[in-house]
């Protein structure tokens, strides 16, 4: 069994900066894709960004150039650096790990909010 663990969202103003970290513990392959997904309010769940276990990464046309994900393979840890916030990232951002066979696991969710 494998779980995540969120931290790092928040309150941020239009134009800041927010690091989310993503801890995985249990059984885990390391052969794995992490990535970020997020839900706003009456939409549906996005990818924003993920990253393999050979670190190509995939980004959302929306937060290319802004957002830059990252991984300690040693630490099973994915990253999500968010700069140049907009309200429109306002969301639940949540962590996920996608295993070679396909078995995905979820975060708990880490609000995220970009406001004045």
């Known amino acids: 069994q494998v779980q995540l663990v969120e931290s790092g969202g928040g309150l941020v103003q239009p134009g800041g900066s927010l690091r989310l970290s993503c801890a995985a513990s249990g059984s885990i392959n390391r052969l794995n894709t992490m990535g970020w997904y997020r839900q706003a309010p009456g939409k549906q769940r996005e990818l924003v960004a993920n990253i393999t276990s050979s670190l190509n990464t995939n980004y959302a046309n929306s937060v290319k150039g802004r957002f830059t994900i990252s991984r300690d393979i040693a630490k099973n840890t994915v990253y999500l650096q968010m700069n140049s916030l907009k309200p429109e990232d306002t969301a639940v951002y949540y962590c996920?790990?996608?295993?070679?066979?396909?078995?995905?696991?979820w975060g708990q969710g880490t609000q995220v909010t970009v406001s004045s």
């Open positions: 996920n790990l996608r295993s070679p066979s396909s078995v995905e696991t």
